[in-house]
């Protein structure tokens, strides 16, 4: 089963840039599609963004597109989260997760999640 970790959070002012990374072990990544996840305190966890194993299909929340960019890159088992012109809003927990279905908004679809980084954007 593919284990996954995830790198990249930190604190940024409002209108900074990150960039995250999922990174596969145990198994190709290319077998999954990837979905990020987060989680603000207080909220539910709720998508962010998709992307299909083909790295070409994606699907975004409305509330990040134009801003978030997500992108892969099978041969080193990693999937990119490039965050530019954060928002308060955007503070959370990001986890990425791999599931066989597109994009499962049903999380029992998942079969393996990140520990998850957190993102703080504060001025």
């Known amino acids: 089963q593919v284990q996954l970790e995830e790198s990249g959070g930190g604190s940024v002012q409002p209108g900074g840039s990150l960039e995250l990374s999922c990174v596969a072990s145990?198994?190709?990544?290319?077998?999954?599609?990837i979905t990020w996840f987060r989680q603000a305190p207080g909220k539910e966890r709720g998508g962010v963004v998709c992307?299909?194993?083909?790295?070409?299909?994606?699907s975004y929340a409305t509330s990040v597109k134009g801003r978030f960019t997500i992108s892969r890159d099978n041969t080193v088992n990693t999937v990119y989260l490039r965050m530019n012109r954060l928002e308060p809003e955007d503070t959370a927990i990001y986890s990425c997760?791999?599931?066989?279905?597109?994009?499962?908004?049903?999380?029992?679809?998942?079969?393996?999640w990140g520990q998850g980084t957190q993102v703080t954007v504060s001025s």
């Open positions: 992307i299909g194993r083909d790295g070409i299909t994606t």
């Open positions: 145990g198994d190709s990544i290319d077998a999954y599609h």
């Open positions: 997760a791999a599931t066989r279905k597109y994009c499962a908004s049903d999380l029992q679809q998942y079969e393996s």
